[in-house]
C-alpha cells in the first residue's frame, strides 16, 4: 500500500492550470521533506519541485515561475499548483519523500535517489 497519495491530475489544454495534492502519514510528514517528480513515455524520471520543513524551495529550470510547490501542515499534504501548462508537462506526476538531513543542494533535492517514499502517480495531460 501506498503511503503517499496523489490526486488531482486530469487534462487540460495548453496554457491551462492544475493543482496536485499529496497526502502523506503523519510519520512521513514530520520527518522528511518532500518533492514532486515526473516521468513521461521513454524518459527518466526528472525532478520537479522539492520544498524543506522550512518551507524553502526547489525548482526545475522547465517549470521555475509556472509551477508552485507549498504544504499545509494541518493537513500534511503537500501542493504543486502548475500554471501556463504546457504540451511537454505531459507525464505520470510522483510524490516523493526524503529523510531530512543536512542541507540539499539543487542538484540533490531534484535527484531521485535521496527519496525513500514514492506515491503510484497521477497523469497529467496537456493537449495544444
Known amino acids: 500500500q501506498a503511503q503517499l497519495v496523489e490526486s488531482g491530475g486530469g487534462s487540460v489544454q495548453s496554457g491551462g492550470s492544475l493543482r496536485l495534492s499529496c497526502a ?3 510519520f512521513i510528514y514530520s520527518s522528511y521533506c518532500m518533492a514532486w517528480f515526473r ?3 521513454g524518459k527518466e524520471r526528472e525532478g520537479v519541485a522539492h520544498i524543506n520543513s522550512d518551507g524553502s524551495t526547489f525548482y526545475a529550470d522547465s517549470v521555475k515561475g509556472r509551477f508552485t510547490i507549498s504544504q499545509d501542515n494541518a493537513k500534511n499534504t ?3 499548483q502548475m500554471n501556463g501548462l504546457k504540451p511537454e508537462d505531459t507525464a505520470m506526476y ?3 519523500a526524503a529523510p531530512r538531513g543536512g542541507p540539499m543542494t539543487a542538484i540533490q533535492a531534484l535527484s531521485a535517489r535521496p527519496y525513500s517514499y514514492w506515491g503510484r502517480g497521477t497523469q497529467v495531460t496537456v493537449s495544444s
Open 24 to 26: 502523506a502519514p503523519e
Open 39 to 41: 516521468q513521461a513515455p
Open 78 to 80: 503537500v501542493y504543486l
Open 94 to 96: 510522483y510524490c516523493a
